[in-house]
């Protein structure tokens, strides 16, 4: 059976990982990293210079003067808005083309990841007072190890997604019995080469852990109560597909039902708003 980084390996003899995206997410994670350098590296695509320019001059920050200059856009969008907006821009690519099926496509397991995300970011933000960037990040990317392993092990990925039914065995475990690794482990190795925050490699790993030890206010418990809140609504990967969580979050969700239910009454909205930053279609 394949590991992680076999399935990694065999990943990027298919496509190849950006590395703009990877240089730029490794840059703006260092704390002594100026703007200069940031700048430097996204001249080297001019597509995303058209794309940071293009946003930063959009409705959405109603500047009175044109911003021209990529180390002032860079100032008014935000380190990590910038490395996000990267990020979903790379992670596109990787989601296009074949693949899609009946009970399974990546058309579908992109608008989840988003929706995920938009939804940590707003519970991060609303309920525990918090920057929600890093929880957008790793919202995002928390199912890259899906992808990968789709593309890189198809014929056992899809014998995956036939064999699970719903409230028998999590996904992971399916995987494990039949690819001989989960996409928790295989996106986690992947976030570790790209240096994005350790919080966030966490909780891409843990993101299906159920554990007592993972608390609400934690980017592990937010991810989790997201994608379960989402799962609710039907933004999930397949079908009736079943999220478990600790008494512990579900305590708090019952606790602040009130707060979740004007959140999710606004997740809309609010994706409709990241559609026009991050052009998630």
Known sequence: MPTASDLIKNFKKIKTLPHVAINLSQLISKENSTIKEIENII?????????VLRLVNSPYYGLRQKVDNISKAVIYIGLENLRNMIVVDALKDLFKDAGDGDIFSREKLWLHCAVVAICGQMIAERIFRKKGEDLFLCGILHDIGMIIEEQAEHDLFISV??????????????EKD???????????????????????????????????????????????????????????????????????????????????????????DELSKAKEIYKLD
């Open 161 to 174: 997604i036939n064999a699970y039914k719903p409230n028998t065995k999590t996904i992971t475990d399916y």
């Open 178 to 268: 039949i690819i001989g690794t989960d996409h928790c482990l295989v996106g986690n190795q992947v976030i570790i080469e790209w240096k994005l925050p350790l919080e966030v490699q966490k909780g891409i790993k843990d993101h299906h852990k159920v554990s007592p030890d993972i608390t609400p206010e934690s980017i592990t418990g937010m991810i989790q109560i997201s994608e379960y809140l989402t799962g609710k609504l039907q933004y999930g990967i397949m079908p009736n597909m079943t999220v478990m969580l600790s008494p512990l979050l579900l305590k708090h969700i019952s606790d602040n039902i009130d707060e979740y239910k004007v959140l999710l009454k606004d997740l809309p």
């Open 43 to 51: 001249k080297l695509d001019p597509t995303l210079v058209l794309r």
